[in-house]
């Protein structure tokens, strides 16, 4: 099947305590943004790409691109109130059936092995997100204590998380709920079985300095 991706970037500076949206700032002399569309583009230059951003930031994106003789070609459209609406506006622009990844527009460091293995096993299941183990250890908060869990029953979720454009599509047809952390718990709510792959601990999603440190180390 062919390949899409909605690439989600609707994000501000404030944990970067910048004045810049996080998804331009530099990571080795490049918006973060660039980087992570090169990602999608290099496993697969056929690919779709649909760039999310909020209607105030399109024409600094453009010029970016510009400055940067960045020439990926792309779609851009607006987002919405909520991570869920720009999803939806996204998903506007997919029209042929395909496989669709939705993917954080600050998540440069995504694998070509990762983004096999989501695109493959969504074609073979209807979905596939990754996700990488719980390392740390962890506690639940009951009132006014905590209890260890075992961390073993428990992965982090990643992005891409891919699904036949059929899926993705009538599960954005639902009423947004608050309950909607990613968009698997969109399509879950159909009675969907979400289906998961191995990620790659690199694929961080760069929301601090810190994160923007590691980054650099990373390339």
Not at 38 to 59: G, I, W, Y
Not at 77 to 87: A, D, I, K, M, Q
Not at 88 to 107: F, I, T, Y
């Amino acid at each position: 099947m062919r390949k899409a991706v909605i690439i989600v970037a609707g994000g501000s500076g404030s944990r970067m305590k910048s004045d810049i949206p996080k998804q331009f700032l530099l990571l080795k002399g490049e918006p973060i943004l660039m980087h992570t569309i090169r990602a999608f583009h290099n496993f697969d230059d056929e690919m779709k790409v649909v760039l999310v951003l909020p209607s105030t930031q399109v024409s600094y994106w453009k010029q970016l691109c510009i400055d940067h003789s960045f020439k990926i070609e792309h779609t851009i459209t607006e987002g919405g109130n909520t991570r869920f609406h720009s999803v939806q506006n996204g998903l506007k622009e997919v029209s042929e059936p395909c496989l669709v990844g939705v993917h954080d527009g600050v998540r440069p460091l995504v694998s070509s092995g990762t983004l096999e293995r989501c695109y493959a096993a969504a074609e073979i299941n209807g979905n596939a997100i990754p996700v990488t183990d719980a390392i740390e250890s962890i506690r639940e908060i009951q009132n006014s204590t905590s209890v260890a869990v075992d961390r073993s029953v428990y992965k982090m979720v990643q992005t891409p998380q891919v699904f036949t454009s059929e899926i993705l599509q009538e599960a954005y047809k639902q009423d947004f709920s608050e309950l909607f952390t990613d968009d698997a718990s969109v399509v879950e709510k159909l009675g969907k079985q979400i289906h998961l792959v191995d990620g790659n601990r690199e694929n961080i999603k760069v929301t601090t300095p810190m994160d923007l440190k590691i980054g650099e180390c990373l390339l």
